[in-house]
Nanobody, 117 residues
Framework: QVQLVESGGGLVQAGGSLRLSCAASGSIFSINSMNWYRQVPGKQRELVATITSVGTTKHADSVKGRFTISRSNAKNTVYLQMNSLKPEDTAVYYC???????????WGKGTLVTVSS
């Protein structure tokens, strides 16, 4: 089992920055990749960024150049640095961990990011 706890959400003006954190605990060794998703009510959950166990990163086109995913192995924490925020970035952001074992993943409870215009 893996437990994920997000933090760092809040209210920010357009153009501002926030850094989200996702602290992982439990069977960390079983994790293949860590992901950030976001969801707006009434819409599908969207994959925002991924970082693999070997450090490869990928970002959605909608956030490329503005958001950066990173991690601290020492702290078992994944970060999402969000710069140049736009009102359309407003969503609940979820941390997700995909296990090496296919079909197994874990979710945090989410953290709300609100960007005012």
């Amino acid at each position: 089992q893996v437990q994920l706890v997000e933090s760092g959400g809040g209210l920010v003006q357009a153009g501002g920055s926030l850094r989200l954190s996702c602290a992982a605990s439990g069977s960390i060794f079983s994790i293949n990749s860590m992901n950030w998703y976001r969801q707006v009510p009434g819409k599908q959950r969207e994959l925002v960024a991924t970082i693999t166990s070997v450090g490869t990163t990928k970002h959605a086109d909608s956030v490329k150049g503005r958001f950066t995913i990173s991690r601290s192995n020492a702290k078992n924490t994944v970060y999402l640095q969000m710069n140049s925020l736009k009102p359309e970035d407003t969503a609940v952001y979820y941390c997700n961990a995909e296990a090496f074992r296919r079909g197994i993943d874990y979710w945090g409870k989410g953290t709300l990011v609100t960007v005012s215009s």
